[in-house]
């Protein structure tokens, strides 16, 4: 049994440092990870180190390495990169799966798993999204610092046997590896409903560049969190998303639960020129939605203007 974890940051680290745990009991596992510059040469040296709750493991897998021609045909795969990078890594990837390969997308956006599957014809793809906050301390060695990591998927069409039996196979590793998940038979509903939040979270903050604190504090950057917020239930409501109707006003409460000077990782890598960010997948990403269901996505067009002029890529 073959398994990748690509991209071995906070969110690929740590659910690929559970998943070794699976080695000292199950020589027929192969796990792989994908990492990159130092990160990746501390993890060949000395296995990765994770750190959480209480516990410190050092995590070692069969391979780490920067080269997809290295592994082999996979059974499972974790994706966990950020979306600029998305397309090139499926790319890498596409000779490696097969019809039953298996593949969980642990990205931001709501239109994830339509852009995996826009490269990868093949396979099975479960929905998913992720609520954890962890990252790399340092090279080789990720922290989660939030009570808990938990992912959310479900399958692609719920009516197909093959996806239900192949779910239960990685599901099982889950339960072995301890990691937390909930299982949604339409998990369009839980991604949509992280994506409305983190999306409007994240645009206003890169482009005040205000903590959370400061959002919760101000009249003027709630009330844009708050007409993003209807923007975006207005394309899941016109995509048959059913999304609760006070789901706004929930998510726009949890900044509430935020340190007051925590920042959003769109903010922080905006706020370094030249380095890529995820705009497309908040930002251009709505708009796109929104033109395609004739829903007016006007105040998130007035934020994301700014964040083009401001910051031109």
Request: charged content about 30%.
């Amino acid at each position: 049994m073959n398994i990748a974890v690509i991209g071995m940051g906070g969110i690929g680290g740590y659910f690929g440092g559970k998943l070794s745990q699976l080695l000292n009991v199950h020589q027929e596992i192969n796990l792989f990870y994908i990492a990159r510059g130092s990160h990746l040469d501390e993890i060949k040296k000395n296995g990765l180190e994770l750190e959480y709750n209480d516990k410190r493991i050092v995590c070692r897998p069969r391979l780490a390495t920067d080269d997809f021609k290295a592994l082999p045909e996979l059974d499972y795969i974790l994706i966990s990169v950020k979306s600029y990078e998305l397309e090139n890594v499926l790319k890498q990837l596409k000779p490696l799966i097969n019809s039953d390969t298996v593949m969980i997308p642990l990205l931001n956006g709501a239109d994830i798993h339509e852009r995996v599957r826009k490269v990868i014809k093949t396979g099975i793809i479960l929905p998913a999204c992720v609520y954890i906050i962890s990252f790399i301390e340092k090279p080789g060695k990720v922290k989660r610092t939030s009570a808990s990591g938990v992912i959310h998927l479900g399958s692609e069409n719920s009516e197909n046997k093959k996806e239900k039996a192949a779910a239960e196979g990685i599901l099982k590793l889950f339960d072995e590896a301890e990691i937390e998940y909930n299982w949604h038979e339409d998990p369009r509903v839980e991604i949509w409903r992280k994506f409305l939040f983190i999306a409007s979270f994240a645009l206003v903050t890169a482009d005040y560049n205000a903590t959370f604190g400061e959002v919760m504090e101000s009249d003027e950057m709630s009330s844009m969190v708050k007409d993003i917020m209807s923007e975006i239930k207005t394309i899941a409501d016109a995509r048959n998303i059913d999304l609760p109707d006070d789901v706004c006003e929930k998510a726009h409460a949890l900044g509430h639960k935020f340190a007051f000077d925590s920042t959003t990782s769109f903010q922080r890598d905006y706020r370094i020129q030249g380095k890529p960010d995820e705009r497309d997948i908040f930002g251009a990403a709505i708009i796109r939605m929104g033109a395609e269901h004739a829903v007016s996505t006007s105040e998130t067009e007035k934020i994301y203007r700014r964040i083009e002029k401001n910051k031109p890529l």
